[in-house]
């Protein structure tokens, strides 16, 4: 049994603060509720019950970020340029119980849940706990329009995900530490026409700590070190003719596990 439970809010507020200046404000909740239950039953010697091993896993992640950018405009907004920081807040709390049960057959079938009667000797076993992270993201972008077809964009921003805990029911606990990564891009855009447009971007990624699928006898998820990638997209977009579009586009990329942890 699965449940998971998402939502996201976010708001975007623009003020003019003199000329050729904005503030740019930018706020943002993420929250994720998830509950995995898995139950394995097994025959007994006594037909009228089942033995029930019951997996329980939760975790609750909920995320604020607030960003504050400056914005310059020159030449009646043909170029731009905003720096800024975005603050994230983030708490997540975890649980696990592996719990070992005698049922009767009746809890065998797919919608019946029954609590069942403990077993001397083999006591719930339940682990938890919960963190706490703050820190400040640096953030920046570029746009020059030196024509009325070309322009010039180019980005960097730092990105983070969280780590976690694997709970350790039949095996030692797992902590996954926390991935960072900074994105930087250089762009050139083209508006042909009002029908057609066109875009080149090169970017380079860099990970520390990145959390990757783990093999076979590890946990779920685990850290892989530090890595990087660099590549470009190139895009074309138009209207044929009233309502139909085409889209064509075409990436490469070169990836590297630059030290696996």
Do not use: K
Not at 13 to 30: C, M, Q, S
Not at 41 to 65: I, K, N, P, W
Not at 186 to 206: I, K, T
Request: net charge negative; aromatic share 6%; hydrophobic share 40%.
């Amino acid at each position: 049994r699965e449940r998971e439970s998402r939502s996201r809010h976010r708001l975007e507020l623009t003020r003019e603060l003199a000329a050729d200046w904005n503030l740019l404000l930018g706020a943002e909740r993420f929250a994720l509720d998830t509950r995995q239950q898995q139950d394995l039953l097994r025959a007994t010697a006594d037909a009228g019950t089942l033995l029930r091993d019951r997996r329980v896993e939760t975790l609750f992640v909920d995320t604020e970020s607030a960003a504050v950018m400056l914005e310059r405009v020159w030449n009646d907004g043909d170029a731009a340029f905003a720096f800024g920081l975005r603050e994230l807040n983030e708490r997540v709390r975890y649980g696990g119980l592996l719990q070992r049960r005698l049922v009767p057959r009746a809890c065998g079938q797919p919608d019946a849940d029954c609590a069942g009667e403990p077993i001397a000797g083999r006591p719930d076993l339940a682990v938890g706990g919960e963190g706490e992270v703050s820190l400040g993201l640096p953030v920046a972008a570029l746009r020059w329009r030196f024509d009325a077809v070309h322009a010039f964009v180019a980005s960097h921003d730092a990105g983070y995900r969280s780590g976690g805990v694997v709970p350790g029911l039949l095996a030692e606990t797992t902590t996954i530490a926390p991935e960072r990564s900074a994105t930087s891009q250089l762009g050139w855009q083209a508006r042909w026409s009002e029908n057609w447009d066109s875009s080149v971007m090169l970017f380079y990624q860099d990970w520390r700590d990145r959390q990757i699928a783990g093999g076979l006898g590890e946990p779920p998820v685990t850290n892989g070190g530090r890595s990087h990638a660099h590549g470009a997209e190139i895009e074309v977009r138009g209207r044929i003719a009233g309502d139909l579009r085409v889209r064509i586009g075409l990436g490469i990329l070169d990836a590297q596990l630059d030290r696996f942890r």
